[in-house]
Every structure is written in structure tokens, then in C-alpha cells.
């Protein structure tokens, strides 16, 4: 894997499982939300921001050691946007939205213990997997948010067919 040269917020620079699950996760979010807008604030981190992030104490990753640093980039940080246009730093919303991360095949930076880092979310591998050059195969999620709102909405029918038939006998 190369070092990022440049920092960016473009998911098109994430690794294309990332960007999946990224956009699964955001379509979870335009269901399960606040009415606020999940949008990505960081993909790639060059070098020089990433050492600055360190000196500042908003990271414990010096330069290589954060997965924002490789090219594809193997994390992305987000935030969420009000309809205003102003942003919602609320630790609540992404705790939310962190916990459905994880289940979909997510890493949260909010469940670490060392360093909370609510924003963070990345696939599941290390800084050393990808300074190696090891990409881990990680989509695995099969049940889009999609199939899921079929199944639901398959399930409230049977439910309503069931409850029909039941006055029916009556």
C-alpha cells in the first residue's frame, strides 16, 4: 500500500469495501436517523496532517500508523450535517450511528478504549496489515438496507393478512 500524498474527503479515495459499507451505513442512516445528513469529512490524510493531529493530541497515529494515511484509504471519519448546513458534533448521534457500524462489519473509533474517536470509522485490520500491503476481504454483509426494508415491510404484510383473516373468523 502507498502512503497518502494528499488529504481529501472524497469516498471515491476509500477502499471500495469501505465505500460500501459507508453507503449502506448512510442509507441506514437516512431510515433511522435524526433527519440530519451522515457526509464524510475525512478519507485520505497526507502525512503532514496526520503528525499535526498527533502533536495536537486529536490522534495517537503518527504518520503511517492511522489507516487514513494509505491510498485507498481503509477509514473515514464523518459527521453529521443539519438541514441548516451546520454540523452536529452530538455524541449521541454517533453512538447510533457507531453501533450499526459495527454490525455491519464496521470498526468504531468510539468503542476503543485507549482513545475515544467517535468520528472514526475503518474496515477491520491494522495500520501494520496495511503498511504491509494486506487487504483483508471484509464485505461481507449480504443483507442490504434495502432487502432489509423488503423483508420488514414482508413481515408487516403477513402480520396484517394474519390479523385480517383472524376478525374474518370471528
Given at each position: 500500500?502507498?502512503?497518502?500524498?494528499?488529504?481529501?474527503?472524497?469516498?471515491?479515495?476509500?477502499?471500495?469495501?469501505?465505500?460500501?459499507?459507508?453507503?449502506?451505513?448512510?442509507?441506514?442512516?437516512?431510515?433511522?436517523?435524526?433527519?440530519?445528513?451522515?457526509?464524510?469529512?475525512?478519507?485520505?490524510?497526507?502525512?503532514?496532517?496526520?503528525?499535526?493531529?498527533?502533536?495536537?493530541?486529536k490522534s495517537k497515529a503518527r504518520c503511517g500508523q492511522s489507516?487514513?494515511?494509505?491510498?485507498?484509504?481503509?477509514?473515514?471519519?464523518?459527521?453529521?450535517?443539519?438541514?441548516?448546513?451546520?454540523?452536529?458534533?452530538?455524541?449521541?448521534?454517533?453512538?447510533?450511528?457507531?453501533?450499526?457500524?459495527?454490525?455491519m462489519g464496521f470498526v468504531w473509533g468510539g468503542s476503543w478504549?485507549?482513545?475515544?474517536?467517535?468520528?472514526?470509522?475503518q474496515l477491520p485490520m491494522t495500520w501494520q496489515q496495511a503498511?504491509?500491503?494486506?487487504?483483508?476481504?471484509?464485505?461481507?454483509?449480504?443483507?442490504?438496507?434495502?432487502?432489509?426494508?423488503?423483508?420488514?415491510?414482508?413481515?408487516?404484510?403477513?402480520?396484517?393478512?394474519?390479523?385480517?383473516?383472524?376478525?374474518?373468523?370471528?
Amino acid at each position: 500500500m502507498v502512503k497518502a500524498k494528499t488529504s481529501s474527503r472524497d469516498i471515491t479515495l476509500a477502499h471500495p469495501d469501505l465505500q460500501r459499507l459507508f453507503r449502506e451505513l448512510k442509507e441506514w442512516w437516512t431510515v433511522n436517523g435524526d433527519g440530519s445528513r451522515m457526509i464524510v469529512t475525512q478519507t485520505t490524510r497526507a502525512c503532514d496532517l496526520q503528525e499535526l493531529y498527533y502533536q495536537q493530541g486529536k490522534s495517537k497515529a503518527r504518520c503511517g500508523q492511522s489507516l487514513h494515511n494509505y491510498e485507498p484509504s481503509l477509514a473515514i471519519d464523518i459527521a453529521f450535517a443539519r438541514s441548516n448546513g451546520t454540523l452536529n458534533w452530538d455524541k449521541k448521534l454517533f453512538a447510533k450511528a457507531g453501533k450499526e457500524a459495527e454490525r455491519m462489519g464496521f470498526v468504531w473509533g468510539g468503542s476503543w478504549k485507549s482513545f475515544y474517536d467517535g468520528v472514526h470509522f475503518q474496515l477491520p485490520m491494522t495500520w501494520q496489515q496495511a503498511k504491509a500491503g494486506e487487504i483483508v476481504k471484509v464485505y461481507q454483509n449480504s443483507n442490504s438496507v434495502q432487502e432489509k426494508a423488503i423483508l420488514s415491510l414482508l413481515d408487516l404484510c403477513i402480520k396484517a393478512m394474519q390479523s385480517i383473516k383472524n376478525l374474518i373468523q370471528k
